[in-house]
């Protein structure tokens, strides 16, 4: 069974453009959640997705935003990018119910120059 | 107060030990716990997961849920040097939605 998969792993990008980070949960789940790694402030909760709706939004601003299509796969997007939006970006994957474990994939570490 | 807190600092145990990991957390809401493990330049692993009050055990690894005290641990026991990563607590409010503290680095000396 396979597990999470991110894409791509690394990034670098320059200050003010933008990125798309793709995530492909474990086969029958239906809930991708985002996170937001950094040295200083761990890891941060971004947002959820479940059936193509989100459900769940972090305290991110608005230049984060994400979706997921009909397969489950869902995108993050980052739009005018900071330097301060280095980081590694985790999805969790989850069948999205109660009390259930929730896996994360390798990340995409994205580096803003 | 953040709603995890994982206060201890580097935790150094000798090969073979016991290492304990503490966690509380702020309210009483959704109290489903998970523990990670995340070696450096790595994704966190799962662990452990535990909603119910008492102890978990998996192997050489006990997650113990104190509802009434509001705190989750962790017991490493027979620590090996390729335990050594940091250990991160996180909550769930339900959907798929995590707050972690901010982890503890263990160092299992050999």
């Known amino acids: 069974k396979a597990g999470v998969t991110q894409t791509p792993r690394y990034l670098i990008k320059t200050r003010g453009q933008q990125v798309t980070l793709s995530c492909s949960p474990i086969s029958g789940h239906r809930s991708v959640s985002w996170y937001q790694q950094t040295p200083g402030q761990g890891l941060q909760f971004l947002f959820e997705y479940f059936s193509e709706t989100q459900r769940n939004k972090g305290n991110f601003p608005g230049r984060f935003s994400g979706r997921q299509f009909s397969n489950s796969r869902s995108e993050m997007n980052v739009s005018t990018l900071e330097l301060g939006d280095s980081a590694l970006y985790l999805c969790a994957s989850s069948n999205g119910q109660v009390n259930t474990e929730a896996f994360f994939g390798q990340g995409t570490r994205l580096t803003v120059v | 107060q953040k709603e995890v807190e994982q206060n201890s600092g580097p935790l150094s145990v000798p090969e073979g030990a016991i290492a304990s990991l503490n966690c509380t957390y702020s309210d009483r809401g959704s109290q489903s716990f998970f523990w990670y493990r995340q070696y450096s330049g790595k994704s966190p692993e799962l662990i452990m997961f535990?909603?119910?009050?008492g102890d978990k055990e998996d192997g050489r690894f006990t997650a113990q849920l104190n509802k009434a005290s509001q705190y989750v641990s962790l017991l490493i026991r027979d620590s090996q040097p390729s335990d050594s990563a940091t250990y991160l607590c996180a909550r769930s409010y339900g959907n798929n939605r995590l707050a972690f503290g901010k982890g503890n680095q263990v160092v299992v000396i050999p």
């Open positions: 535990i909603y119910s009050n």
